[in-house]
């Protein structure tokens, strides 16, 4: 019986492990775009509201799939240096970032000075597919050549809006163009606003073929950045993601003198990255010169006869050239490199002092791992 019972728990544990997860209660699993919304729920491009539900047949704001749209593309954290204009918003409104972002990276245009954004419109379909088909490469098509494969299959090809007709052909020939399944007849629906579930369908396709054939500004934003520095030996690599295991050794470069003589236990002290530390294959995992900050966690001096000095440095948190700030704890303790026969000498006699000048260099050991997007450097908090 006891086995019986127990081979029943493991097979409804075994069950439950692989019965697919319900994000959102009004997303069901048979829901034609649940697999699309909850793995963008997953990867936090698209959140659900505070009652925990999703509202698929909600509509979406312009400055909503903005933000949507860079953060399914992976560059939330790109630093925007010559930001646009537009008349409507400025850089208090809470989607700023993101919609400079969505037009360095072409994503949407902005022609004129005077121009405006419109962000609490609802996107509209034919917008929100313009906005996929910006953000690849794609081959030059035709508007004959657009008419003829919309025509095919959607019975109000002819009445889209000229500006959309050859994105609406791009999006059809990369099979992009999202048409809910409850839809009687194929219709493009071009001016109509897109509800949450067919803009996490968009935005899933989107993410799809931009790994295979994002634009040129995204090919290089996503390029993982190499270089020469210090080559940590245990950096994993997947993907886009480098880690500095704990336990790795880094040099970090003090920038004032210390020593077991004048410094004082607790002392805060600030350094910089030594190096570029990059992984065996040369991927930049934190760029040289990155600002370093900790405290003297045990000085003593050293005293002849007595014993020989001590001087451990604890590190805690790093500013990378993106301007975050997170946590970098590592230890490191300062000691002299000596041949056997000083070695001997130190123990028999003791009085050993010990001191780093500014611009020194210590080299610390992580205590936990520390995870790294290689395509910008940004740190998983």
Request: aromatic share 10%; with cysteine.
């Amino acid at each position: 019986m006891k086995k019986f019972l127990k081979g029943v728990l493991s097979l409804a544990v075994l069950c439950f492990a692989i019965s697919p997860a319900i994000a959102f209660p009004d997303v069901s699993n048979d829901y034609w775009a649940a697999s699309q919304i909850n793995l963008l729920s997953e990867q936090g491009v698209i959140v659900g509201y505070p009652d925990g539900t999703f509202k698929p047949d909600a509509n979406v704001t312009r400055a909503e799939f903005a933000a949507m749209a860079i953060r399914a593309l992976g560059q939330q954290h790109t630093k925007i240096a010559q930001p646009v204009h537009f008349s409507d918003i400025d850089e208090n409104y809470w989607a700023y970032e993101d919609i400079q972002k969505a037009v360095y990276f072409d994503l949407i245009s902005n022609n004129n000075a005077d121009e405006q954004f419109r962000p609490d419109d609802s996107v509209s379909r034919a917008e929100s597919l313009s906005v996929a088909v910006n953000a690849l490469t794609t081959e030059t098509i035709s508007p004959q050549k657009a008419k003829e494969v919309l025509t095919q299959q959607y019975i109000d090809a002819n009445e889209i809006p000229e500006w959309f007709l050859i994105p609406a052909g791009k999006a059809e020939i990369l099979g992009m163009i999202v048409v809910a399944p409850t839809k009687e007849k194929a219709s493009l629906e071009a001016t109509r606003p897109a509800t949450r579930a067919e803009v996490a369908a968009i935005l899933f396709k989107m993410m799809e073929q931009a790994k295979l054939n994002p634009n040129a500004k995204l090919a290089e934003a996503m390029r993982k950045k190499t270089g020469e520095g210090f080559v940590v030996e245990n950096a994993i690599v997947q993907g886009n993601i480098g880690t500095l295991p704990a336990g790795s050794i880094v040099p970090v470069s003090l920038n004032s003198y210390i020593s077991t003589q004048g410094s004082e236990n607790g002392a805060i002290y600030t350094a910089k990255a030594a190096q570029n530390y990059v992984t065996k294959e040369k991927f930049i995992l934190v760029r040289q010169g990155a600002s370093l900050k900790g405290q003297l966690l045990d000085v003593r001096p050293g005293k002849y006869f007595v014993r020989n000095g001590v001087l451990v440095l604890k590190n805690a948190i790093i500013t990378t050239e993106n301007d975050q700030t997170t946590e970098f704890v590592a230890t490191g303790e300062v000691k002299k490199d000596r041949n056997w026969w000083m070695k001997f000498v130190r123990w028999a006699f003791k009085g050993e002092q010990l001191e780093v000048p500014a611009e020194g260099v210590v080299y610390m050991k992580l205590l936990q791992p520390v995870k790294i997007d290689l395509t910008n450097g940004w740190i998983f908090e």
